[in-house]
């Protein structure tokens, strides 16, 4: 069975500053990605993220990057230059299978953000 | 393009009254998937549809909940004598099939309050 781990309590951080949001996973599938989602207040959930379990390099998007230790089944979230709207629910989830697959999603509890100003 | 759209955006009903919840995916993305969202359960898979595949119904949590999509576009997930422990948020995701990340897009959500 896979499992997403998400254990740290409410994050705090200063606006600019960077910060580091856990997620840890267990599967037994060598194939799988792992995605991370926002969901604000106003409850919609937002694709951040991706990285396959054969990628080589750790993913990028913009102020957003992954930091993947396959060894250590983690795939922390960094947030750079953290602005006032970052302040959200972070959920890291993990989809297990080859990629063009599909299937299901399963979520970690979730880490709530909030940007200090 | 336009995004997952979900109606109604907010359910309230009186246990034991049955419900419908309607999804409309990303136009082309073949895959559609529920999920349940719960402040006890946390976000929990209910089902998923691929094209003309059967469905996966492994997540749904009892025979009350049921799904179909009809001509490989639009959802109905239905719950049947609804009861308290179902109200929560439920969602919709679709997702294009072989390609690239399988990347899923969320809707805004159905808030299913019962009473």
């Known amino acids: 069975a896979q499992k997403i781990t998400q254990t740290q309590p409410g994050m705090f951080v200063q606006e600019k500053e960077a910060v580091t949001l856990d997620c840890t996973y267990d599967?037994?599938?060598?194939?799988?990605?792992l995605f991370w989602y926002k969901q604000p207040s106003s409850g919609e959930m937002i694709f951040l993220i991706y990285?396959?379990?054969?990628?080589?390099q750790n993913a990028t998007e913009g102020r957003y990057s992954l930091n993947f230790q396959k060894a250590r089944k983690s795939a922390n979230l960094v947030i750079s230059a953290s602005q006032l709207g970052d302040s959200a629910m972070y959920f890291c989830?993990?989809?297990?299978?080859?990629?063009?697959?599909?299937?299901?999603?399963?979520f970690g509890k979730g880490i709530t953000l909030s940007v200090r100003p | 393009g336009a995004g997952v759209s979900q109606s109604p955006s907010n359910k309230v009903t009186e246990k034991g009254k049955d419900v419908e919840l309607r999804c409309d995916p990303i136009?082309?993305?073949?895959?559609l998937y529920w999920y349940r969202q719960s402040l006890g359960q946390g976000l929990e898979f209910l089902i998923y549809?691929?094209?003309?595949?059967?469905?996966?119904k492994s997540g749904l949590p009892s025979d009350r909940f049921s799904a179909e999509r009809t001509g490989g576009s639009v959802s109905t997930l239905t719950i049947q004598r609804t009861q308290q422990e179902d109200s929560a948020v439920y969602l919709c995701?679709?997702?294009?099939f072989g390609q690239g990340t399988d990347t899923q897009y969320f809707g805004p959500g159905t808030r299913l309050t019962v009473l």
């Open positions: 995701a679709s997702s294009l």
């Open positions: 599967t037994s599938d060598p194939s799988y990605g």
């Open positions: 990285q396959g379990s054969y990628d080589q």
């Open positions: 989830a993990m989809e297990v299978g080859l990629t063009g697959a599909n299937s299901k999603l399963t």
């Open positions: 136009s082309g993305h073949t895959a």
């Open positions: 549809f691929q094209g003309n595949s059967a469905p996966d």
